[in-house]
C-alpha cells in the first residue's frame, strides 16, 4: 500500500513540473509575440522596368467569300485559303507557326419593310493566325498573303521569345528602387532600417494586345513592300515588401 501511494505521489510531482515547465514556456513565448506586435514596420513598393525589341509577330489573316449557295461559297474560299496558306510557306513561314483561328458560313438576307427577309446567298470566312520569327519579312508575308487571294488582315501584335534577361535587369531596377524608398522614409521618420521582414515580387513580361493593322477590311493586291515598324516592348517587375524600423 504504501508502495502504491509513493508512486501516487512521484506521478503527481512529474505532472506538477511538466505543467510549471509548460507555464514557463508559455510565459518567454508572451513577450517575443507581444515585442513583434509593438515593432515598427514599413509597407512599400516599388517597380523596376526595362525595354526589349520584340522578335517575333503575330497577325491573323483570312478569307472572305460570296456565292449564292453555301456550297459554292465554302469551294471558292477553300480555293482561296489554299493559295494563302501555300503562299505564307513560300514566303519562309514554317507550318507549324500557321493555324486556322476562325471558320464561318453565314446565310446573307436583305431585309424590306413589312416583307420577310430574303434570301440572297452565303458567305463564307476562314481565317489564320501567324507567326513571324524574321520581323524584317513581316511586310512582305502581308504583301504575299493579299495578292495570293487574301480579303481580311486582322490585328498585329509584337512579342518576345525570351524575355528573362531583360525581367533580372526590371528586377535588379525594382529592388534598388525599393532599397532607396525604405531609407528615405525611415531617414525622414527618425528611424532607420532594420531588417527585411517579407517580400513578393509580381508583373513580368506580358504579351502586347494586337494593334489594328487593317482591321478585318477587305484588302487590294499590294504591289510595294508594306513597312512594318516594330519598336520596343515593355518588361515591367513589380515589388512590395515590409521593413522592420527601429531608432
Not at 46 to 59: F, N, V, W
Not at 69 to 75: D, G, I, P
Not at 210 to 222: I, L, N, T
Amino acid at each position: 500500500m504504501k508502495n502504491l501511494f509513493r508512486a501516487a505521489a512521484v506521478g503527481a510531482l512529474i505532472l506538477a513540473g511538466a505543467t510549471g515547465a509548460g507555464g514557463v514556456a508559455m510565459a518567454q513565448t508572451a513577450p517575443a509575440a507581444d515585442a513583434a506586435f509593438r515593432a515598427t514596420t514599413l509597407n512599400l513598393s516599388a517597380y523596376g522596368e526595362t525595354r526589349q525589341a520584340p522578335d517575333m509577330a503575330t497577325i491573323t489573316l483570312g478569307v472572305t467569300t460570296e456565292a449564292p449557295s453555301a456550297s459554292e461559297a465554302m469551294r471558292l474560299n477553300a480555293e482561296r485559303m489554299t493559295g494563302v496558306i501555300a503562299s505564307l510557306k513560300k514566303a519562309g513561314i514554317d507550318p507549324r507557326d500557321i493555324q486556322t483561328s476562325g471558320l464561318n458560313l453565314n446565310p446573307q438576307y436583305v431585309y424590306v419593310e413589312n416583307q420577310p427577309p430574303k434570301l440572297t446567298g452565303y458567305q463564307a470566312a476562314n481565317t489564320v493566325t501567324i507567326v513571324v520569327r524574321d520581323l524584317k519579312r513581316l511586310g512582305n508575308v502581308v504583301d504575299a498573303s493579299v495578292n495570293s487571294g487574301a480579303t481580311n488582315v486582322g490585328g498585329i501584335s509584337f512579342g518576345i521569345e525570351d524575355s528573362s534577361a531583360s525581367e533580372d535587369k526590371a528586377r535588379l531596377e525594382a529592388v534598388k528602387a525599393l532599397q532607396a524608398k525604405a531609407n528615405l522614409y525611415a531617414r525622414s521618420l527618425g528611424y532607420r532600417v532594420a531588417r527585411l521582414v517579407s517580400f513578393s515580387e509580381s508583373g513580368g513580361y506580358a504579351p502586347q494586345p494586337p494593334v489594328v493593322y487593317a482591321s478585318f477590311a477587305r484588302a487590294e493586291k499590294m504591289d510595294a513592300g508594306t513597312p512594318v515598324e516594330a519598336g520596343q516592348l515593355k518588361v515591367r517587375i513589380d515589388v512590395s515588401a515590409t521593413f522592420e524600423l527601429v531608432q
